[in-house]
Structure formats: structure tokens, C-alpha cells
């Protein structure tokens, strides 16, 4: 087996339930300090140790259950080219608080 492959297959590692929770607590929090980040600012806020192969099913079921909000914004660049950027905010921001 090579080593790309050792690789691979520690990164497909489960997270434990807790593991999870740490996760979607951390994700949950980030929004309500930064109300409207791309996914790529997402992964800076997680920071390097939580890998996308983990986080990224969590925020996908955040999404799906409504608790954030994905939007797509099409925005001209002072280039004249335009961009679309992906925008993650808290459906709801005030439930958030209270749970």
C-alpha cells in the first residue's frame, strides 16, 4: 500500500458521535459571531485540524435541516467578470442564541 493510500484511508476515519457534536457546535458558533461566510472561510474558522472530509457531510445536514441557509449571489467584479459566491448564514440566528 502506498502512502498516498495511508492517507486516504486515515482522513475516511468516522467521527465519533462527540466528534460530530464539536463539529456542529463549532460551525453553529462561527455563524453566529460571523453572520455570512463563504465555505472557504468556514474551513479558515475550523482551522487546519478539522479536515473538509468531516465537516463538510455536518454543514450539509445543517442545511438540509434548515438551520443554515446556503445562497448563490452572482456579483461583477471590478474586473467586469462575474463571480458567484456561495453565502452561509444561520436560518435564524435569534433561535440559535436561545438553544
Known amino acids: 500500500m502506498s ?10 476515519e468516522m467521527l465519533t458521535p462527540d466528534g460530530e457534536k464539536r463539529i ?9 459571531i460571523y453572520p455570512k461566510m ?9 482551522g487546519p485540524q478539522t479536515k473538509p472530509i468531516h465537516w463538510k457531510p455536518i454543514l450539509e445536514q445543517l442545511i438540509e435541516e434548515g438551520v443554515i441557509t446556503l445562497e448563490h449571489d452572482n456579483v461583477m467584479t471590478p474586473a467586469q467578470r462575474f463571480n458567484t459566491y456561495k453565502i452561509l448564514s444561520l436560518t435564524s440566528p435569534k433561535e440559535h442564541d436561545a438553544a
Open 38 to 46: 463563504s465555505p472557504t472561510m468556514l474551513q479558515g474558522a475550523l
Open 3 to 12: 502512502h498516498k493510500e495511508d492517507n486516504t484511508e486515515s482522513e475516511m
Open 24 to 32: 456542529r457546535e463549532k460551525i453553529l458558533h462561527l455563524l453566529s
